[in-house]
């Protein structure tokens, strides 16, 4: 209700019996005399009683239908303002979802979901044998989304632009593990690795720190790319990393960056 113990005592003392002095009060609410006027004074502050101007001073409760009406509305009131407080709250500590995959089968299962659900973009570094495994649902990405598929390997026909090594994937095997890194929209992620067994770890991630790890390695392999292919991938770099720190700009900002 808003009242502590000894300002309740002192109401209900008050509705019993009014007006009344400080002293009578203190007697009948059990309230010390110590305590008393500093009690009246918070609960005239809170307009819950009335004081008279006449010497000594006598106090009159506030009518309870008034008080429960006071009551009802600031109760309102702030249940309102938790309700925004809460609202905010869980807004900025919304937990974002991370998921660990075990097992191939559930690795690829997560990766069609999560290619089937791009709405705007998928770049994709996976070898053939993933590619092959996830040929279907990348055949049903929309036209109109922009695709980009790396590998260190041959790839298979694929809609989209591939950027590919054609290395020979047995020979590359005897170097590497299979690994697949995958980034939907620039929010979500799919990345770990890619060996058909149900040890297999990756994981599916809208943790922004994590999808950053993961844009990070594609830029990395598309500029590497770029470099030794002698081909542009600016376009394809700006679009990934279109909400990441601008890096560049900011070293030429410090004046670190050699000109």
Request: proline letters at 6%.
């Amino acid at each position: 209700m808003g009242f502590c113990g000894s300002d309740a005592r002192i109401y209900l003392a008050l509705l019993e019996q009014h007006p009344a002095t400080g002293y009578e009060l203190a007697r009948r609410a059990g309230v010390p005399r110590s305590a008393i006027y500093h009690a009246l004074h918070r609960l005239l502050s809170d307009g819950l009683i009335q004081e008279s101007d006449r010497k000594p001073a006598r106090y009159r409760p506030l009518p309870p239908e008034r008080l429960l009406s006071r009551l009802e509305s600031d109760g309102k009131r702030r249940l309102e303002e938790l309700r925004e407080a809460f609202t905010s709250i869980a807004q900025k500590q919304q937990e974002r979802l991370t998921v660990h995959l075990r097992g191939y089968r559930s690795m690829l299962e997560e990766a069609t979901r999560l290619i089937l659900s791009c709405r705007e973009s998928l770049f994709a570094s996976l070898w053939h044998r993933e590619a092959l495994a996830l040929a279907e649902p990348l055949s049903h990405v929309s036209s109109s989304r922009e695709v980009v598929l790396f590998s260190f390997t041959e790839l298979p026909r694929s809609p989209g632009r591939i950027l590919s090594y054609g290395i020979d994937e047995a020979e590359l095997e005897r170097h590497w593990p299979h690994k697949i890194i995958l980034v939907a929209d620039r929010t979500v992620a799919l990345l770990g690795g890619a060996e058909p067994t149900q040890s297999n770890t990756a994981l599916f991630t809208e943790e922004p720190v994590l999808v950053e790890t993961a844009i990070s390695n594609l830029v990395l392999d598309l500029t590497l790319y770029g470099q030794r292919f002698h081909t542009d991938v600016r376009p394809l770099v700006e679009s990934l990393t279109r909400y990441l720190a601008p890096i560049e700009e900011l070293a030429r900002k410090a004046g670190t960056l050699p000109e």
